[in-house]
């Protein structure tokens, strides 16, 4: 056996020799390394961009110092403290801390035992799940980040709701994936326009986000439009990131219906969490359930989401001991006190705001949102659904979500999850805000000739 014997050489001038045995063999210049200093952010913080922060900042107005200000912004159902999670849900917490189990690291999917429960709670006939077939995140939106990271390669497209929640954009944009928006039909209950939805599809095309019930129109879809749905991505060989953060979260004349339990081939990655349902935000726990009957995503993507799940380990362990009993004994009546809560406010709501004139509210079914229409031409000192929710605050201290946050401009967004009294109030001031600047059209004719 021969050794070789290497030497690589240098000189002054960068020119680089690599000697082999004494025989010699140049490799021309490498650039030499100045040092100095030029730190810069990377590409991907440059091209990391949250809309609704972006439009928010613009929005610094001062609220009315005479009006406490109200606020149905942000979609966070702890704010005032009148939708407290449950008793049992607090101790799962306490009793998880207390046995010392929790302080060490977990799986990077999660434990085992904790997977396993999430799977039987979710499991059913039309869409069996088990252990291996549930990934624990961080929150429901680290859930959709690895869902996508698995599905969708950088110059790929995704499919994605407008109106819709703004982290996908969020997400596949820092990952240089390129979003397709297709459109909801406020005249239908939002549901998709399918035709639309199909031309956008092409050969790029990575996967399909559906979100069921949704932020920010609280619809939930019928299971003749899932169906639909379904079909559109059966026919096109797409699969589906269904957002089901607010799956069960449904009004009592309504039925959740998760996708999967839909569908026969498409493959599914479902995202869900704690944070909404039991109403703990804070808490980050989340998850991806990969229903996949037909054996399409096979162990290419469980294996992929496990190797993303390894790049930073997942939920808390705590809320992960917790999660058994969480899951087990929280008492129906919670869910159903927290929705009919919701419900009522949001018919508190769709009623006062369908009373005024130049806004048309579309009736939620589920979730925690309602969107309401702004018929611009009747407001016509506002240029935009911006301008509008902007002098809401100056004037009635309210504020509301303009939804260009979520790509859809003249609506803006309503968080029911306020105390009764406040929406009330809110409502109230809206109205007055509306009925001080609505035009009818000889005002919005008298408007053109003064210009
Ligand atoms: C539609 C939707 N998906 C995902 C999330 C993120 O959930 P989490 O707080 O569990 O990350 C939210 C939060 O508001 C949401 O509205």
Known sequence: LRMDSYLIQMNGNSDVHVHRNGNSLSLGKVKSR???????????????????????????VEPNPNKPMISLSLGDPTVFGNLPTDDEVIQAVKEALDSGNYNGYAPSVGYQSCRQVVAAY???PEAPLEAQDVILTSGCSQAIELALAVLANPGQ?????????SLYKTLALSMGIEVKFYNLLPEKSWEIDLKH??????????????????????????KSHLQKILAVASRQCVPILADEIYGDMVFAECKYEPIATL????????????????????????????NDRRDIFGNEIRDGLVSLSQRILGPCTIVQGALEHIIHRTPPEFYHNTLSFLKSNADLC???????????????????YLMVGIEMEHFPKFENDVEFTKQLISEQSVFCLP????EYPNFFRVVLTVPEEMMVEACSRIQEFCERHYQGNEGAQDLECDK
Request: glycine fraction near 6%.
């Open 157 to 165: 497209n995704i499919l994605v709701p407008r109106p819709g929640f």
């Open 350 to 368: 769709y009623v006062a705001l369908s009373a005024v004139s130049g806004l048309q509210p579309v009736r939620p079914s589920g979730a925690m």
């Open 197 to 222: 939805l199909e031309s956008l599809v092409d050969a790029k095309t990575a996967c399909l986000i559906v979100n069921n019930p949704s932020n920010p129109c609280g619809s939930v879809f019928s």
């Open 34 to 60: 100045k040092p100095r200093w030029a730190v810069r952010a990377s590409e991907m913080s440059k091209k990391t961009f949250n809309p609704i922060r972006a439009i928010v900042d613009t929005m610094k």
């Open 263 to 290: 569908s026969t081939n498409v493959p599914i990655l479902s995202c869900g969490g704690l944070a909404k349902r039991w109403l703990v935000p804070g808490w980050r726990m989340g998850w991806i359930l990969v």
């Open 122 to 124: 979710y499991s059913c």
């Open 403 to 406: 939804a260009s946050c979520f």
